[in-house]
C-alpha cells in the first residue's frame, strides 16, 4: 500500500470523484490556486476560486446542490464556518424537510481546525457538535489517511450535507491507503485497537493520543480498546455498545471543549443503552471551557494528554 | 412541469392580482377571526409581483420569500394547496410542514424559498450556476426586499453574480417597511438599485404600483441577462399597505403616508386605466370579481378539509 499523508489523500479523493462525476465541483478560497492539477484537469468552470466571504459561498453550493450539482467547498478554518451557518443550518439542514422532501442536498463543506499551527481560537474551534445537533447535517472527522480519502469520497457521493472536518496537527501525516477505489462508509466507526478492560472512544488527532495510552496501559497489564468513531453523525452507536458491552468501561476523549460536547452524548447514550453492565462512571476527556490560545504551550495543552488518557482509564480500574 | 397561467394579456394581469389580494385578505381575516398561524402579507405589493412574473418564461426559475404569495399565485399555484400549508394541513405544497413562511413549489419552479431574510438571495446564485453549468436555458429571478439590501448577503451575491455572471434578475420589492421599522430609519438611500453600478452590473427602478411599468421594465432585464449571461438588479418601488404580521394594527405607521400610497393602489389604477382605454368593460370587470371570489372560497374549502399532517412523520424528509 502506498504511504501518503492526509493532504495527498483529500487530493485524490477530490480528483477522482470530479472524474467519475462530472457534476462534482470545487468551490473556495484559493482552491484554485493550490490545487493547479485541478483546474488543468477539470477547468476552471469546475474548481473555483471565491471570494473572501463564506456565507455566498456556502449559500452558493446549497443552492446549487438542490438543483442538480453536487459541490464541495472549501471554508479553510471551522470558525469561518460562523458566516456560513446560515446556509448550511437554516437552509441545507432544514428545507428538504420544510419543503415535504422537494429537495436534497448533496454538498461536502471542508473545514480545517485543531491545534497544531499556533493560529489561535478564530482559526482553531472545534465546533462539529454545534453542526452534529442541526438537524439535517451529517458531520465527519477522520484520523487516518485512508479515512480521509475514503471518507470524502464517501461524502461526495452522500445526498446529504457533509460537514468534513479536516484536523490541522494530522495534515502532514503520511499513512496507508488502499490504491484504487476505496470507499468508508460514512456512520461506521472502526476499531483501532482491541482490548478487554476498557473503551477509549475518539476521533480525530486524539485517536494517536488514545492509541499511545492504550500502548502505555498495556505495559501494566491494561488493554484498552480504542474506537475510532470517524463519523460524528450519523453515530455509529452500535459499535461503541458493543465494545462497552465487552469492556464495562468507557472514556470519550476529544479535543473540543467538553461541555455539552459530543462526549456529553456519548456518555448520554452509553448510560441510556448499557447503564447495567457498566463497571464504573463514564469519563469525558475535553479541552476546558475556554478558547484556544495561540501560544504552542497553551494550544497543545488544550488537548487531552496521553498521560491525562491514562490516567482517567487507571481511575476507572480502581472503582473495580 | 404545470402549464403556466398566461399573463399575457393586461386583463390577465388584473385578474391575477385581484386573485393574489383577495387570497391574502382571507388569510388576514382567517387570522385575526380564527387563530390560524398569521402570515406576512404583501398587499398593495400586486403589481410588482404580477408584473416580473408576467416577464418570465416556464424554464426560469423563481426563489422568493416569507412574503411569497404573489410570485406563487402569479405563477400558477394553486391557491386551495397554499392556504392548505398556511394552515398547516397535509395537502399544502410542503406537506403542512413549511406554514406560510417557505412555501417551495418546484413543479412550478418556484425553488428554494426561505423566510431568513436575505437567505434567498444567498441560494441564488447557486440555482444560477446549476443553470449555467448544466445548459438549462433558464434564467434564476430572485425576490427579496429593502430589508434583506441591508443584509450582508445582498453584497456578497450580487458581486459574486456579477464575477461570475450569474443569470440572475435580482429583484427588490422596495416596499418601505422592514417587518416593523420604516425604510428611512435603515437606510440613507431612497433606492437600492444604486448598488448596481457599485459592483458593475445593470440596475433600475420602476414604479412598482404601474404593473404594465413593471413588466416593461422586467422584460428589458430578461432580454438582457439572457443576451449578456448577466446579472441585473431590479428595483419596484412600492408600498406594503399592512403590517408585517397579521393580525396587525398598524399603529405605528404613518396615516398620512399609508394613504397616500392607498391613493396609489396598483390594482384600482389598473383597473380604472383598462375600463377607460376600453380594455375591459364593466361586465368582464364583474365577471372576474365574480371568478375570484369563487376561487378563494373554494380555496378556503379545500385547506380547512385538509386533514391533519401524521405525527408520525414528524422526522421524515430530514435526510435524502
Partial sequence: MEQISIERAIGQALAEEMRRDARVLLLGEGVATKRPELVAEFGPARVRNTPLAEAIIAGTAVGAAATGLRPVIDLLFAPFLSYAMDALVNSAGKLRHLSGGQFEFPLVAIAMTGAGWGVGSQHNHNLEAWFAHAPGLKVVMPSTPADFKGLLKSAIRDDNPVLYFVDIGLLQQAGEVPAGESLVPLGRAAIARSGRDLSLVSYAKTVPVCLEAAARLAADGIEAEVIDLRSIKPLDLGTVLDSVRRTGRVVVVHEANRSFGVGAELAALVAEHAFDVLKARPLRLGGPDAPAAASIPLEQAYVPSVGAVCEAARSLLRCD | ?320
Fill in chain 2, 1 to 320: 412541469m404545470s402549464p403556466l397561467p398566461s399573463l399575457a394579456r393586461p386583463a390577465d394581469r388584473l385578474e391575477a392580482m385581484l386573485l393574489i389580494r383577495a387570497y391574502e385578505l382571507r388569510l388576514a381575516a382567517l387570522a385575526a377571526e380564527t387563530g390560524i398561524p398569521g402570515t406576512c402579507s404583501a398587499v398593495g405589493q400586486e403589481a410588482a409581483a404580477v408584473g416580473v412574473v408576467s416577464a418570465l418564461t416556464g424554464d426560469d426559475l423563481i426563489l422568493t420569500n416569507h412574503r411569497s404569495a404573489g410570485h406563487l399565485l402569479a405563477r400558477g399555484a394553486d391557491p386551495g394547496r397554499m392556504m392548505a400549508e398556511v394552515m398547516g394541513r397535509r395537502d399544502g405544497y410542503c406537506k403542512g410542514r413549511s406554514g406560510s413562511l417557505h412555501i417551495s413549489a418546484r413543479e412550478l419552479g418556484v425553488v428554494l424559498t426561505s423566510t431568513i431574510v436575505g437567505g434567498e438571495l444567498s441560494l441564488a446564485t447557486g440555482v444560477a450556476l446549476s443553470q449555467t453549468m448544466l445548459g438549462r436555458p433558464g434564467i434564476v429571478a430572485c425576490f427579496f426586499g429593502d430589508g434583506a439590501a441591508c443584509e450582508g448577503i445582498f453584497h456578497e451575491a450580487l458581486n459574486l453574480a456579477a464575477v461570475w455572471k450569474l443569470p440572475i434578475l435580482f429583484v427588490c420589492e422596495n416596499n418601505q417597511w422592514q417587518a416593523f421599522v420604516h425604510r428611512r430609519e435603515t437606510m440613507l438611500a431612497e433606492h437600492i438599485s444604486g448598488f448596481a453600478a457599485a459592483y458593475g452590473v445593470g440596475g433600475a427602478t420602476v414604479d412598482g404600483n404601474d404593473v404594465e411599468a413593471v413588466r416593461a421594465a422586467a422584460l428589458e432585464a430578461v432580454e438582457s441577462i439572457r443576451a449578456s449571461g448577466r446579472p441585473f438588479l431590479l428595483e419596484t418601488a412600492t408600498y406594503r399597505m399592512r403590517g408585517h404580521l397579521e393580525p396587525d394594527d398598524q399603529h405605528y405607521v404613518d396615516a398620512g403616508e399609508l394613504a397616500a400610497w392607498r391613493a396609489r393602489d396598483p390594482i384600482a389604477q389598473l383597473r380604472s386605466r383598462l375600463l377607460a382605454a376600453g380594455g375591459l368593460t364593466d361586465g368582464e370587470a364583474d365577471a372576474i370579481d365574480a371568478r375570484i371570489a369563487a376561487r378563494v372560497a373554494a380555496a378556503e374549502d379545500f385547506a380547512l378539509a385538509s386533514p391533519w399532517p401524521d405525527p408520525a412523520g414528524l422526522a421524515d424528509d430530514v435526510y435524502a
